[in-house]
């Protein structure tokens, strides 16, 4: 994980807002289809609620991705993603070692 990738990637309030909805789903999103991967949300229901188009949400993802900080999976035709707790604890605690 490299901290400088994460700090960009959360320096976009829309991306922070996605990345803390993906934190706890259950409370920011529908139920799933059944062939969903565990604590995955489709892209769509993301795009839903940021209310911008799927060209900006896509890049916001890529963005979250590349810092390690959600992964996605390709269901069919749909992706979901995901938060990954363990590089969001990973940086905090290195945040933690460096103040």
Known sequence: MDINTVISALANPVRLDILSWLKA???HFPPQKD??????????????????SQPTISLY????????????QRVGQWTYYRYERDTAQAFLDAMAERL
């Open 25 to 27: 789903p259950e409370r």
């Open 35 to 52: 062939t969903a991967p565990e604590g995955g949300i489709c892209v769509s229901h993301i795009r839903e609620k940021t209310g911008l």
């Open 61 to 72: 993802l890529s963005t979250l991705s590349r810092a390690g900080l959600v992964s996605s």
